[in-house]
């Protein structure tokens, strides 16, 4: 029964792509009593199908079965092709390791086409403590919500002072962003998933 019952949760999870709360999990699986819920989300957790964050609320950890992972092929010169199954990879749990940190932003327009982000893309991005100079972020600056590489200046410049960060887009047609009155770091760009 409860692989029955987590073939459920599921195809919740699939349909409305957010996890069912416990109401939602006695209708699912007929249990009549949140303490028979409370024990069915704790074999889950054991399990490492969803985890709980430091609110109570659930979230995937690894729903699926996760797809093959064949083997290499050549992006250079061909050589002969070879298939072994290397590993199972989960792309939920590849792609966003920390779930309760990360978000997906589809991407308008072309100021990162030179970094391989084209407009259409899906961005995973990640809140974290700390940034570099060098990564891709999301920033806030002077008002409005960009993505670009995170710069720092090492000269003086007219208005930029020697240290200060500053907003550098991959696509000569656009200039460095620097920021006249507020700048925030929103997240840092850790993924891009195009489909063809």
Not at 57 to 73: D, E, F, K, N
Not at 80 to 85: C, Q
């Amino acid at each position: 029964m409860y692989e029955e019952y987590k073939k459920k949760l599921v195809a919740f999870y699939e349909t409305h792509r957010r996890m069912p709360g416990y109401k939602e999990i006695m209708a699912l699986t007929g249990f009549r009593s949140k303490n028979a819920v409370f024990k069915f989300i704790g074999k889950l957790i054991e399990d490492g199908v969803v985890r709980k964050d430091e609110r109570g609320r659930l979230s995937p950890a690894s729903l699926g079965a996760g797809i093959r992972l064949l083997g290499l092929v050549e992006a250079g010169f061909p050589s002969a092709a070879e298939e072994e199954l290397l590993d199972v990879i989960d792309f939920d749990e590849y792609l966003t390791p920390n779930k309760e940190s990360s978000y997906i932003l589809k991407v308008k327009g072309d100021s990162m086409i030179d970094a391989g982000i084209q407009p259409g893309d899906m961005v995973v991005v990640e809140r974290k403590p700390s940034y570099k100079a060098g990564q891709i972020v999301i920033a806030c600056i002077d008002g409005e919500y960009t993505m670009k590489y995170l710069r720092r200046s090492t000269r003086l410049t007219a208005g930029q002072r020697e240290g200060e960060y500053y907003l550098e887009p991959a696509n000569k047609k656009y200039k460095p962003l620097h920021p006249r009155e507020s700048f925030c770091i929103e997240a840092v760009v850790t993924a891009v998933v195009r489909k063809y």
